[in-house]
T-cell receptor, first 114, second 112 residues
Framework: AQKVTQAQTEISVVEKEDVTLDCVYE???????LFWYKQPPSGELVFLIR??????QNEISGRYSWNFQKSTSSFNFTITASQVVDSAVYFC???????????FGTGTRLQVFP | DAGVTQSPTHLIKTRGQQVTLRCSPK?????VSWYQQALGQGPQFIFQ???????QRGNFPDRFSGHQFPNYSSELNVNALLLGDSALYLC???????????FGPGTRLTVL
């Protein structure tokens, strides 16, 4: 079975703190894709990153970084020096190699206080 | 360059009625997927359209149907509405298969 688990329902931090959002996935497929999306209060899902199963290199984009570890089936997302504008619900999603269907986790609500 | 657009923004219906939601994909995208997002949950895949045909389908009943037009825009139809159909309906488009999907702002459907 394919599944995405985001165990953290809600996280609250104060501005400038670093925060890590956890994502654990399950699949028996060898070819798959992992995604992170941000959903602000407006409702629109904003694409952040896509990673394929053959590329375990970590990635950094500004204050955002992602840690992909196949050994633990995890794809964690870290925001460095968080800002109020980072407040949103963040979703991790799994896409399988033979389908465009995305399987989403239940999301983590991040609240950044000034 | 306009992103994915959806209409209407909000909709209120009563049980048993039928509803049609509309989606225009991002320019250059030919594949449209529909998702249902219940309150506090992650989006659930309904189905995907490519070349005017349903290519994949999630675990949703036949009351949910769709259509894709030659200009790649798409409609989602839901018949015999139930209270449980109340959700945010998201449309996503992509340029072909296995590419990142870009989402629209969604249509919030409330069934009374």
């Amino acid at each position: 079975a394919q599944k995405v688990t985001q165990a953290q329902t809600e996280i609250s931090v104060v501005e400038k703190e670093d925060v890590t959002l956890d994502c654990v996935y399950e699949t028996r497929d060898t070819t798959y894709y992992l995604f992170w999306y941000k959903q602000p209060p407006s409702g629109e899902l904003v694409f952040l990153i896509r990673r394929n199963s053959f590329d375990e290199q970590n990635e950094i984009s500004g204050r955002y970084s992602w840690n992909f570890q196949k050994s633990t089936s995890s794809f964690n997302f870290t925001i460095t020096a968080s800002q109020v504008v980072d407040s949103a619900v963040y979703f991790c999603a799994l896409g399988l190699g033979n389908t465009d269907k995305l399987i989403f986790g239940t999301g983590t609500r991040l609240q950044v206080f000034p | 360059d306009a992103g994915v657009t959806q209409s209407p923004t909000h909709l209120i219906k009563t049980r048993g009625q039928q509803v049609t939601l509309r989606c225009s994909p991002k320019s250059g995208h030919d594949t449209v997927s529909w998702y249902q997002q219940a309150l506090g949950q992650g989006p659930q895949f309904i189905f995907q359209y490519y070349e005017e045909e349903e290519r994949q389908r999630g675990n949703f009943p036949d009351r949910f149907s769709g259509h894709q037009f030659p200009n790649y825009s798409s409609e989602l139809n839901v018949n015999a509405l139930l209270l449980g159909d109340s959700a945010l309906y998201l449309c996503a488009s992509s340029p072909g298969s296995y590419n990142e999907q870009f989402f629209g702002p969604g249509t919030r459907l409330t069934v009374l």
